[in-house]
């Protein structure tokens, strides 16, 4: 695995001899997303592994994250906005490139606040119907990048003595 975008970026650095060209490639890119995004630092990485690509089951490389941008977004500026060589370049356009952005508790709770305080009832996560559509709409959300930016929305916007989820919470 390449080490963090951005500052302090592990392996993959210009004139690292142990490291193959589409390895350099693929850190550029990575450095490309975060520049682009601006995240924190260590925020995008890139990880070689096995999983899912467009033609099959395959080792790839995957470009992860926390919060920020969905994944088609993600995807949408590697294809047509950053560049990270000609090697990487041309798997990102194929496909043959895998996303994969993780959400932080801080980032669900937002969405959950959000959700609660328009005066819609929490989702039951037990019932597989609006886990799904819960899933659905988190994957098209996108959350601020960094943590501290999502804490600070909820101590500006969670006041439980006018929530609607302090409401359903007394009533239990």
């Known amino acids: 695995m390449l080490g963090p975008a951005g500052p302090g970026l592990v392996g993959g650095e210009e004139g690292d001899g142990g490291v193959s060209t589409r390895s350099r490639e693929a850190a550029r890119l990575a450095r490309g997303l975060w520049a682009w995004w601006e995240p924190p630092a260590g925020s995008v990485e890139l990880r070689w592994s096995a ?7 395959a080792w790839s490389w995957e470009v992860a994250w926390c919060d920020g941008p969905t994944v088609q977004r993600m995807r949408q500026v590697a294809v047509h906005e950053v560049s990270g060589g ?3 370049d041309t798997l990102v356009r194929g496909g043959r490139v895998r996303y994969q952005r993780g959400l932080s508790l801080t980032a669900l709770a937002v969405k ?21 559509a819960w899933q659905a709409e988190l994957e098209r959300t996108d959350f601020p990048a960094g943590c501290s930016s999502c804490a600070r929305h909820i101590r500006r ?16």
């Open 51 to 57: 999983g899912w690509v467009r033609d099959g089951y």
């Open 112 to 132: 959950l606040v959000t959700h609660v305080r328009s005066g819609v009832s929490p989702p039951d996560l037990g019932d597989a119907w609006q886990a799904g």
């Open 157 to 172: 916007c969670w006041r439980p003595s006018t929530s609607a989820l302090a409401g359903h919470n007394a009533s239990r």
């Open 86 to 88: 000609p090697g990487i």
